[in-house]
């Protein structure tokens, strides 16, 4: 469906991502689920196509495109694989980090192979006693020369396992600092010290999810991102960038869910009757549909306001709670429409609504973005006790 936020520029690049989607990536998505296995040469071809982080500028790889561009694109991937529609995304927080505040012979060295879809980035904030209290970190960063020594734990990260690099959040200050003692660091995940092991989980699982441990790493200086002791604060509002993304990967799915379950109803007879001729079927997925164009709608203004440099922390968060938790519904509905058939896994339904279900949890839970929007709304002295 068209929106007043399309331009033949925008349609241009949104149909080679549904070219690339529909041909290249949706014919392996449950087997590589299945399997637990993340197609590096899928997002070479990717990469190849300017498909990754087509907003950071062409000395990186990208084209200097709208942030909405990005949303295009994983939009159409996470329609024919939801979770292969991480790699664009972790592409675009992350590289929009580094290219804010790393060093620019980091930059240089790390975000072309970024956006050639050569390598992956995952990002590490969560921790094992910290959870949604983002701030409370544990992870140890201290100054030793021209290095950072680092000793600690980070879980529940996404592409753990299959990432060149991390950018990971730990504590340069004092715990009662809170945000304001943390900083953020790239660290080569092929470093002495590091091990990790690999959660096993309801879905996401060619991507997968586990812990890092840093064992007295040493990570050079020149790593660090942004400010020491100001990382928190500085790097975080990429966040609100990716929260955006994150709301249009859980409607892709929804999409093709409503989409595969409105030409279903049109072929499974019953009764005498097409599925289509019961309302109860059709009213249904009339009010999904309705909801689900809603919360598109609601994503993609979260990246113009970003694209005209205005805030949208509020909106950004809104993306982030509703569009998980309605794709899930939509495509539970579809799953039970299709009878035994979506029960089973020769239909991909199963498969979506185990892989939406994980943002629900991973990025911030619905109550943390609700804190987000009552804090923007009402003011933080006021949803302060």
């Known amino acids: 469906m068209r929106t007043v936020f399309d331009s033949p520029e925008l349609d241009q690049i949104r149909d080679l991502a549904r070219k690339f989607a529909q041909d290249r990536v949706a014919p392996g998505y449950l087997a590589r689920e299945k399997a637990g ?15 990754i982080a087509p907003e950071l500028p062409p000395e990186f790889g990208g084209i200097g495109a ?18 292969f529609g991480y790699a664009p995304l972790l592409a675009s927080l992350n590289g929009q980090i580094l290219a804010t505040f790393a060093k620019p012979h980091i930059a ?32 140890r960063m201290e100054r030793d020369g021209a290095d950072y020594i680092i000793n600690g734990e980070k879980t529940s990260i996404s592409a753990n396992q299959i990432a060149r690099g991390v950018v ?18 790239l660290i080569p995940l092929d470093l ?5 092991s690999k959660f ?47 709301g249009l990967q859980c409607l892709g799915a929804a999409r093709a869910s409503l989409d595969e379950t409105w ?42 306001l970003k694209d005209q440099g205005l805030p949208h922390t509020a909106e950004a ?26 029960y089973s896994d020769a239909l991909p339904f199963q498969q979506r609504l185990r892989d939406v279900l994980g943002l629900q949890i991973g990025d911030g839970t619905a109550h943390i973005m609700k804190n987000i929007i009552a804090r923007e709304r009402a003011g933080r002295d006021a949803t302060t006790a």
Request: hydrophobic share 45%.
């Open 108 to 139: 240089a060295e790390w975000l072309p192979q970024l956006t050639a879809g050569q390598i992956m980035l995952a990002i590490a904030l969560t921790e094992p006693k910290g959870g949604s209290d983002a701030a409370n970190l544990g992870l």
């Open 200 to 246: 096993s989980n309801m879905g996401q699982n060619s991507v997968g999810h586990g812990s890092i441990w840093f064992d007295n790493v040493r990570v050079p200086a020149d790593y660090l991102l942004g400010e020491e002791g100001r990382g928190f604060g500085q790097v975080m509002q990429g966040f609100d960038f990716s929260r955006s993304l994150i």
């Open 317 to 342: 968060a809104m993306t982030k709670w509703w569009p998980p938790l309605l794709a899930y519904e939509t495509i539970h509905a579809c799953l039970l429409i299709h009878g035994h058939a979506g």
């Open 66 to 83: 709208d942030y909405l561009y990005s949303g295009a694109i994983i939009e159409e991937i996470a329609k024919a694989d939801f979770t």
């Open 263 to 304: 030409a279903y109803i049109g072929e499974r007879r019953a009764f005498g009757k097409p599925l289509g001729a019961f309302q109860g079927i059709t009213h249904q997925l009339a009010d999904f549909d309705t909801r689900v164009e809603a919360a598109r709608l609601m994503s993609l203004n979260a990246l113009w």
């Open 168 to 185: 990971t959040f730990a504590r340069t200050g004092r715990p009662e600092d809170r945000a304001r003692g943390v900083s953020a660091i």
């Open 192 to 196: 002495p010290g590091i091990t990790t």
């Open 37 to 51: 296995r993340f197609d590096m040469s899928l997002l070479h071809e990717m990469g190849e196509l300017g498909l």
